[in-house]
């Protein structure tokens, strides 16, 4: 230190330490500082990583929020469809039939141009037809204005993915079918809503049909039977560890395992549940209530680890208090103690079922990714759930898929951070200053 | 407004409610309390004074089986509550609990209503046959705990909203509120500042008409001012015992003496 420094510098023989201080101090500051902008690193880095998948998911899921379709004056038939028996009606007939009276040119007649035409419309749409036409028969005969998707490749033309600049030889489609689609185009007959059937659809082949229905209501099972198991026996089993049972080393052996077991790959689980609840006990395959159980498993030891802790977290004075009036130690737990941690708990539980509705390596091995187009009605029916219904779509090879993907895998997200949401809302709702 | 500790009443005379003799108490291999003899008097405040971690506050949670939470802790010896061995197999200490109330350091009212404060003691002891009842020694004990009238409009708001001194009373009625024959406090006062000091002590007097009330404090002023018998412990030995009076003014013991004067502590 210069003579002219005009900081203090201590008297006397005080100013040696004053000086060793200052020297320090600044070190001291550059380890800080040096800690901090580590600190605004790794949060840079994580947020600039959720920020480029969250991009990725929705500049290709978007897509899949929209769905053409194509709006049609169809002329019921009655010559297709035999009253004695409307589903074996003629539908497709139908359906390419009234496409025709688009296309004057055309000659209905020949099958190979009457099949490239109606490749506009989905498979599914003469089944839409069909259920209308079982519902009301009296449709027959007359003229419906009838609103169906259009068929993937279509779907994927109208939304620009199919480049029309591509030689003919390596497109999706020809330049006949994008001639058969403008034309529909031009007469206004196109038009592409939101796609309700994402989320009202089960599983479909057809991704223009395909929705998350099925895997919604199967996720929906499958979460419901792990709460119902693992939230009391985790609260059970904590409660025990940690209010009634004896300190020794049979509980710290339970107490390692439980960690342990919360460290178990989830595909260990699977497997086990494969073995155990399949094999064994024959439960049936692919069913929300063997994945609810294998989950409950999962999900225990998150849910005892959270409730011991938010035991712990009540301080001592509240039990001394109602030991002190007479209250025996079940009155204890249970009146004080355990409504005190119930907030700590509740955040705990949502966090594990949120974990487990985002789980997918067990629900394969136990047969919850198949392919299913109905919504499961029961927990014992067949099912895919959220997770693996990703997993069956990203497997899947029609482009479509591709962006319902994306779309599937936004509303898991969507539904996980609802989950978080709601844990971190209960958390501060019912936090309490002692 | 503090009576000073009257030397005509004659102590030995008085009814003795707790008789302590060859009281050990072990944390572990930690041998806490040494072979303390002492008789409790009724109706009457007695305070065990000592530096911190002379045993007084363990010796205190003997009276009424609360070192029995402990695992580790372990009590031997024989004390007797009217001439009932409390640490008899046969003595519940929920029971007990109920006979001997308890006042700790940092008030704690559950986080429930005032009402449902006081009411919870009765409540589980079925003290009350119906709500009027039930509303009658809720009353009676928060008029005991002298905090009646700052609350009686406000009875269902939550306890833990009340000030220190308001909460420590409150804690005091709740005691009170089954109807114990002895209360225990341990260091009632020391989270409290002076003014609800001093309306605590004044209550902790009043308190001595109706039962027996052991005290265990830190502050020796406190101790003369509410006490009428006075006990002081040292490294788990209780040193003396006596009439509060002679034991601040004229102790027996060389250990005691530098205490109350300052010279250990």
């Not at chain 1, 899949?64 to 028996?85: K, S, W, Y």
């Not at chain 1, 090879?397 to 996980?416: K, Q």
Request: glycine share 8%; charged share 20%.
């Amino acid at each position: 230190m210069s003579d002219t420094t005009p900081e203090y510098r201590g008297a006397g023989h005080h100013g040696g330490t004053m000086d060793t201080v200052r020297k320090g101090l600044a070190k001291r500051k550059r380890k800080q500082m040096i800690l901090q902008g580590f600190g605004i690193a790794a949060i840079g880095f994580a947020l600039t990583v959720l920020f480029i998948l969250l991009a990725s998911l929705f500049s290709t899921g978007y897509q899949a929020f929209t769905q053409t379709h194509v709006e049609l004056d169809v002329f019921v038939d009655p010559q297709e469809i035999p009253e004695e028996n409307l589903p074996r009606g003629g539908f497709r007939d139908v359906l390419s039939d009234s496409l025709g009276q688009y296309f004057p040119e055309s000659d209905m007649t020949d099958r190979a141009e009457a099949r490239v035409l109606s490749s506009i419309l989905s498979n599914g749409a003469q089944f839409t037809l069909r259920d209308m036409i079982v519902e009301d028969p009296s449709l027959i005969g007359q003229t419906i204005s009838l609103k169906v998707a259009t068929s993937d490749p279509y779907d994927q033309l109208n939304k620009g993915l199919i480049d029309r600049d591509t030689p003919e030889d390596f497109r999706r489609l020809k330049d006949e079918e994008i001639q058969n689609f403008d034309t529909l185009s031009e007469l206004g007959l196109i038009s592409k809503p939101l796609n309700t059937g994402l989320l009202t659809n089960a599983d479909s082949r057809f991704p223009e049909l395909a929705g998350l229905k099925g895997a919604l209501v199967g996720s929906f099972w499958v979460l419901l039977t792990c709460f119902v198991i693992s939230f009391p026996l985790g609260i059970g089993a904590a409660i025990y560890l940690e209010e009634f049972a004896p300190k020794n080393k049979v509980s710290d052996f339970i107490e390692v395992n439980i960690n342990n077991l919360a460290a178990v790959p989830s595909v260990v689980f699977g497997l086990l549940a494969l073995a155990v609840f399949i094999g064994w006990f024959g439960m049936p395959r692919s069913a929300p209530f063997v994945g609810g159980l294998t989950l409950a498993l999962m999900t225990m030891p998150t849910i005892i680890i959270a409730t011991r802790a938010s035991l712990k977290a009540v301080p001592p004075s509240i039990r001394e208090a109602a030991l002190g009036v007479g209250a025996s130690k079940h009155q204890v737990v249970f009146q004080h103690v355990l409504p005190l941690a119930m907030p700590g708990i509740l955040t705990g539980t949502i966090i594990g079922l949120a974990q487990a509705l985002g789980e997918t390596a067990p629900l394969l091995l136990i047969g919850m990714n198949a392919f299913i187009t109905s919504a499961a009605s029961s927990p014992f029916d067949s099912a895919t759930a959220l997770p693996t219904q990703i997993f069956i779509w990203a497997d899947s090879p029609e482009r479509g898929f591709v962006s319902r993907t994306s779309a599937a895998i936004l509303v898991l997200l969507g539904f996980l951070i609802t989950m978080n949401a709601i844990a971190i809302f209960l958390r501060q709702r019912f936090q309490r200053k002692w | 407004m503090y009576d000073a500790p009257n030397p005509a009443t004659n102590v030995d005379q008085q009814d003795i409610k707790i008789t302590a003799k060859g009281v050990q108490v072990y944390y572990g291999e930690t041998h806490a309390i040494k072979d303390v003899d002492v008789n409790i008097v009724d109706r009457a405040v007695t305070s065990f004074i000592g530096p911190s971690g002379c045993g007084k506050s363990t010796f205190l949670r003997c009276l009424n089986r609360m070192n029995d939470t402990i695992d580790i802790c372990r009590v031997e010896g024989d004390i007797r509550i009217d001439g009932d061995d409390i640490y008899d197999k046969r003595v519940d200490p929920v029971q007990l609990r109920a006979k001997v109330g308890m006042v700790f350091q940092k008030p704690n009212p559950f986080p429930k209503s005032i009402y449902d404060n006081v009411a919870y003691g009765p409540r589980i002891h079925g003290l009350a046959k119906n709500k009027a009842d039930l509303d009658v020694i809720v009353e009676r004990a928060l008029r005991r705990g002298a905090i009646w009238d700052e609350v009686k409009d406000r009875l269902d708001a939550p306890g833990t909203g009340l000030s220190g001194g308001q909460q420590q009373r409150l804690c005091i009625a709740r005691a009170v509120a089954t109807e114990p024959e002895v209360l225990l406090m341990d260091e009632p006062c020391s989270a409290l500042d002076p003014i609800a000091t001093a309306q605590v002590e004044e209550l902790i007097d009043e308190l001595r008409r109706d039962y027996t009330v052991v005290i265990v404090t830190h502050s020796m002023q406190q101790a003369a001012r509410v006490s009428q018998k006075t006990a002081f412990f040292h490294l788990g030995d209780l040193v003396e015992y006596g009439e509060t009076d002679q034991i601040f003014t004229n102790p027996k013991d060389e250990r005691t003496e530098r205490y109350v004067t300052g010279r250990i502590g």
